[in-house]
């Protein structure tokens, strides 16, 4: 099954077009990279996917959805979430308030305590104090 069908895609900056006629498909449980040296339109490809750039000829579907016309906000309940480059994270923050801080969406809401566990399972290097809050949150104290 097709998750993410991308066809024939134009993207342009002002007068400028960056992209012409871009087409993929990633189906489900697939991994894909896009490759290649900077200013080739990779990051591009994504922020129109995530619809921070608009595309001006094309079609974009997820999970089968037309999607192409669907606002940024919107497709975050699809499924569809894009980490910006550059670590954007808040530097005053420790690494528990910065994850809780990323699920702001009510769906994430409901799974913020097995995702937590999830998280600091795979990245134990994260530290004592992490776990502790982990340890706190999860038993509502």
């Known amino acids: 099954m097709t998750l993410l069908d991308i066809k024939n895609i134009d993207v342009s900056y002002d007068d400028f077009k960056v992209l012409w006629n871009i087409s993929m498909d990633v189906k489900q449980g697939e991994m894909v990279a896009l490759l290649g040296p900077n200013g080739s339109g990779k990051s591009t490809v994504l922020n129109t996917v ?52 990323g699920a702001w969406h009510p769906l994430a809401k409901q799974e913020l305590e097995s995702s937590l566990v999830k998280v600091f399972f795979l990245f134990q290097q994260l530290g004592p104090l992490n776990h502790f809050l982990l340890v706190l949150s999860l038993i509502h104290i």
């Open 50 to 101: 995530s619809n921070l750039v608009a595309h001006n000829k094309g079609t974009i579907s997820f999970d089968d959805k037309l999607i192409s016309n669907v606002p940024t906000h919107k497709r975050t309940s699809l499924g569809i979430s894009h980490v910006l480059e550059r670590r954007r994270v808040f530097p005053h923050l420790t690494v528990y308030q910065n994850l809780v801080l």
